[in-house]
């Protein structure tokens, strides 16, 4: 029986999707692009969650096997920011979770902003119920924030993606010394392919290894008839990580199945984030089609190989 998986990097996990909107305890539209990590010894997700008149919310879920989840019917608990209370309630979608050296958990998210457009959010939370916010961290246009694991160079990181005026937009750098103040950005030197040639955002938190900071990242191309997502991965220095290390010029991940290919937003292969079970498989959750989770699997190892063995290739 043909798998269609032999030369991916990524195996698609046989019981994919492994969330749907039928699995939640209410109705709604659609369920993707969650944020991942280990809590507690388990993995969580924060779900994005629309209901049936398109209102975005977060759910938490947990599981022992990183599969089979068992899924909130309350949605976490989040204030209004600062920001939020000026200009009224945003739409926040697509956590990136990054636990830090103190045991904080920060959830970078986009908040998007009727009136204005797209900015970064910021909340943290120890317990994944409740979450204090911090402030709107970018002016409109900019999403897909995530926060390096720990300082470098004594300042805090993250990566960003900044769009232009028709809607493109590339990964960028920043630092702050206090969360809240952002500077010394700086574009990613990216090799440009037909597959990322109109957004390129980071993806998961950036997880450090002996060869550098390993990034997996979305990019999006438009075809004929869809923009198609794409995933890719790379390798930064870890002293500096606006210097790309290792970078494969081809795509690592495309959606090929109909759980990918079909729904809300037609062939999007999405991830938020990458969990690193106790096996030492890596489990990269992403949106099928901006209307389900699905997963990928594969090791920190391969992964880095791979960007090694296929840079600029």
Not at 41 to 48: A, E, I, N, S, W
Not at 119 to 148: C, H, M, Q, Y
Request: with cysteine.
């Amino acid at each position: 029986m043909r798998t269609g998986q032999k030369h991916q990097i990524l195996k698609r996990h046989p019981a994919n999707p492994i969330i749907i909107p039928d699995d939640m305890p209410f109705r709604c539209y659609t369920v993707m692009n969650s944020g991942a990590t280990m809590f507690k010894g388990k993995v969580l997700l924060l779900l994005r969650v629309e209901d049936c008149t398109r209102f975005t919310d977060f759910y938490a879920a947990t599981s022992d096997d990183g599969v089979s989840f068992d899924i909130s019917d309350k949605p976490i608990n989040y204030p209004l920011s600062v920001t939020e209370e000026r200009i009224g309630k945003t739409q926040r979608f697509d956590m990136r979770i990054t636990k830090f050296e103190d045991e904080t958990y920060y959830c970078f998210h986009a908040a998007w902003m009727d009136a204005y457009g797209c900015g970064i959010g910021l909340a943290t939370t120890e317990d994944f119920v409740n979450f204090k916010p911090l402030f709107n961290l970018s002016e409109p246009s900019n999403r897909n924030a995530v926060l390096f694991p720990e300082k470098i160079n004594g300042m805090y990181a993250r990566l960003d993606r900044p769009q232009n005026c028709s809607d493109a937009g590339s990964i960028w750098l920043s630092y702050s010394h206090d969360l809240e103040f952002w500077g010394r950005s700086m574009p990613l030197d990216m090799p440009k392919t037909q597959w990322n040639r109109n957004k390129c955002g980071a993806s998961t938190v950036p997880i450090k290894t002996e060869k550098g900071w390993l990034e997996i990242f979305h990019a999006t191309a438009s075809t004929c008839s869809s923009e198609n997502y794409y995933l890719g991965a790379m390798l930064l220095d870890l002293k500096d990580p606006s210097k790309i290390i290792a970078a494969p010029r081809s795509m690592l991940f495309a959606a090929e199945e109909i759980y990918e290919c079909v729904g809300q937003t037609p062939n999007v292969v999405f991830t938020g984030g990458a969990v690193e079970m106790p096996d030492g498989t890596l489990n990269i959750y992403y949106g099928g089609a901006d209307t389900r989770m699905c997963l990928a699997q594969t090791t920190v190892d391969e992964l880095v190989k791979y960007c090694i063995d296929n840079d600029g290739k």
